[in-house]
């Protein structure tokens, strides 16, 4: 009933709302959506129409437990205003930000687009977010349920600080919000700060990392980006093992524009940013292979990047992920979507004949 209901629904819904600028709409939903979490009776009717229950959904990945396996990716809930609706809706977890040590802006507008033939955004929104002290105060308020899902927080460097002030940032981030949050996620792949993705170079990431650890009581993840070379994601996976981290999130936006639907005149006219959606999928899928058999089963991955599908879904898990996060599919899809997205996985572990989550984990591997 709800996916049909969505199928009818959702569509027009999403043309109207593509009337309105990309940014502004999104605030808008964002507001919305924040609201629905702080009023007690949309919080029950939301929960029992988008939040499942199946038991062989739920999973305890770096000794946190995750009703479902699906989780909202960093960059819509941007300033933790929404952490109470996130599980209501039907996600198994949401990550905040990218959250900074100080607040910021972000880059000139416009600096979000759409690609609606390829399913896609395009994103130069240069982690606008209010500051790791006001997305501190806002994970210490109370979540109510009905349902209750883990929360991780997202760190980047502050622009303004350079390259070489890029530790002490991250440690700041990491001081107020990893006691708040579920496990904290270091984000040193987003092309939108300049110099960001130099940190990814070992010699540069190793410190960040361990400053992190140093202060983080929770599990510590790092997000790299598709656009990596394979032996630079080695390096990456080998290191993030040697520290002793939770996890490796793969993988955030690219700044490639193969294989677009979308003319490449408009293409170009939107100008830098990273793309997400379908476009990004084969190298995120590649990516998570990659990860696995280098330091798959001894540390968490969590796969991103245009899952949009039950299939695609089932193929990371199968490859690997241990969790999974979407965005513009949500975008796109709307509310249903992932509850149907939700349903379809429960439904393959039964068909294959899992008891759980994690005994399909990687099996196309075995």
Known sequence: MLSTLNRLVYPPLLKVMFLVPPERIHRIMARMIGVAGRLPVVRTLLSRVFAGSDPALRSTVFGVD????????????????????????????????????????????PRLFRLPADRALINRMGFNNPGAAAAAAKLVEARPGPVRVPIGANIGKTKVVPLAGAVDDYRFSASLLGPLADFVVVNVSSPNTPGLRDLQAV???????????????????????PDLSDEDIDDVADLAEELGLAGIVATNTTIGRGGLTTPR????????????????????LAVLR?????????????????????????????????????????????????????????????????????????????
């Open 66 to 109: 995750f009703p479902a396996p699906v989780g909202l990716a960093a960059g819509f809930d941007k300033s933790a205003e929404c952490v109470n609706a996130w599980g209501q809706l039907g996600f198994g977890y949401a990550e905040i930000g990218t959250i900074t040590g100080q607040p910021q802006p972000g880059n000139p507008g």
């Open 290 to 366: 990659r990860l696995y058999s280098r330091v798959g089963g001894r540390m968490a991955l969590v796969s991103v990047g245009g899952i949009e599908t039950v299939d695609q879904a089932w193929e990371r898990i199968c490859a690997g992920a241990d969790l999974l996060q979407v965005y513009t599919g949500f975008i796109y899809g709307g509310p249903g979507w992932l509850r149907d997205l939700n349903d379809g996985i429960a439904g393959r572990l039964r068909s294959h004949g899992f008891s759980s989550l994690s005994e399909a984990v990687g099996s196309a591997n075995r």
């Open 203 to 225: 010699e540069s990431l190793r410190p960040v990392l361990a400053a992190v650890l140093e202060v983080a009581s929770v599990p510590v993840l790092v997000k790299i980006a």
């Open 265 to 284: 005149g408009d293409v170009d006219a939107m100008g830098a940013g990273g793309l997400s959606g379908p476009p990004v999928a084969d190298r995120s």
